[in-house]
């Protein structure tokens, strides 16, 4: 069983070794799009001022869901721990009758 495991982590290793220095040895075709539209630095900056503004839109939905989501749990927390209070008062109201009325 330990020669089977072995066996695998070094067919696996090899895979990875293998499949890295494969990768190395492509020749790049393009090396980025960017260069082969030859674009100018104030395109670049009104690109990276779409990315900035798509990103801020993606975190600030991520955070009213999340908080939503949030909100929503503590209200229904905070009302099945009141009414786990309620019962329990009320059933501690109830022995406490039964006990004052059979005093044994």
């Given at each position: 069983?330990?020669?089977?495991?072995?066996?695998?982590?070094?067919?696996?290793?090899?895979?990875?070794?293998?499949?890295?220095?494969?990768?190395a040895?492509?020749?790049?075709?393009?090396?980025?799009?960017?260069?082969?539209?030859?674009?100018?630095?104030?395109?670049?900056?009104?690109?990276?001022g779409?990315?900035?503004?798509?990103?801020?839109?993606?975190?600030?939905?991520?955070?009213?869901?999340g908080?939503?989501?949030a909100?929503?749990?503590?209200k229904?927390?905070?009302?099945?721990?009141?009414?786990?209070?309620?019962?329990?008062?009320?059933?501690?109201v109830?022995?406490?009758?039964?006990?004052?009325?059979?005093?044994?």
């Amino acid at each position: 069983m330990k020669s089977m495991r072995q066996f695998a982590a070094f067919v696996l290793g090899a895979a990875l070794a293998g499949g890295t220095a494969f990768a190395a040895a492509q020749p790049q075709a393009e090396q980025d799009q960017t260069t082969t539209h030859h674009s100018t630095a104030g395109q670049d900056m009104r690109n990276a001022g779409r990315s900035t503004r798509n990103a801020a839109r993606d975190t600030g939905r991520a955070t009213k869901k999340g908080s939503k989501k949030a909100w929503r749990k503590t209200k229904h927390g905070t009302k099945k721990g009141w009414n786990k209070t309620k019962n329990a008062t009320k059933g501690a109201v109830r022995g406490g009758k039964e006990g004052a009325q059979n005093p044994h």
